[in-house]
């Protein structure tokens, strides 16, 4: 059974700071995996997807890697601003289904 | 991108009534929805997906019976949770899927936080 795991669970950091936020998973047959942000009381928005053969996407101050083999994530904000506080998630697709299994999130908040 | 809207963002309701959230695909077909369920400082955890024109498959542990999705267009699905009670009380998010998208990313509605008291 897939297991997905976020550390830290909680992140506090003045503004300007570069953070990573990890992410780890058991099974590596995975099909994709996916970093969503998460406001309080509202929706996912997805912020990358890297396939199972990608090393690592990038979006504006956000990248983000995968290596596979170890069953590992990490997603990097570089000069982070007060509007990045949000639970970011993580999630991987299994292959041969759509179904996504997420982890708990890491609960971000940047300080003015 | 596309847009899945979500309605209601929340509901209180008395135990022993149902409630019926809806979730539509605005600019594209969602040839497949699925439901999520979201605890208090829990991961998102599948409930079932659903298929245009199709029943419903439900995970593990939960019930077809109280959980119930129509997936009737390409562009609508519903969950009734029939006979709520404050243990059914969760934040409950869809998310929609199509063969445009497939193997891309997933667009999710905006939640609905269900309170039962």
């Known amino acids: 059974k897939q297991e997905v795991t976020q550390i830290p669970a909680a992140l506090s950091v003045p503004e300007g700071e570069n953070l990573v936020l990890n992410c780890s998973f058991t099974d590596s047959a995975i099909y994709n995996l996916q970093w969503f942000r998460q406001d309080p009381g509202k929706g996912l928005t997805s912020l990358l997807l890297?396939?199972?053969?990608?090393r690592e996407q990038t979006s504006g101050r956000l990248n983000a890697s995968l290596d596979k083999s170890s069953g590992r994530s990490t997603l990097y904000i570089a000069a982070s601003q007060p509007g990045d506080s949000a639970t970011y998630l993580c999630a991987v697709c299994q292959g041969g289904s759509e179904k996504l299994v997420f982890g708990k999130g890491t609960k971000l908040t940047v300080n003015p | 991108g596309a847009v899945v809207s979500q309605h209601p963002s929340w509901v209180i309701c008395k135990s022993g009534t149902s409630v019926k959230i809806e979730c539509r695909s605005l600019?594209?077909?969602?040839?497949?929805m699925f439901w999520y369920r979201q605890f208090p400082k829990q991961s998102l955890m599948l409930m079932a997906t659903s298929n245009e024109g199709s029943k419903a498959t439900y995970e593990q542990g939960v019930e077809k019976d109280k959980f119930l999705i129509n997936h009737a267009s390409l562009t609508l699905s519903t969950l009734t949770v029939t006979s709520a009670h404050p243990e059914d009380s969760s934040f409950y998010i869809c998310s929609a899927q199509t063969r445009q998208y497939l193997n891309e990313k997933l667009f999710f509605g905006s939640g609905t936080q269900l309170s039962v008291l």
């Open positions: 600019d594209f077909q969602a040839t497949t």
């Open positions: 890297i396939q199972s053969s990608q």
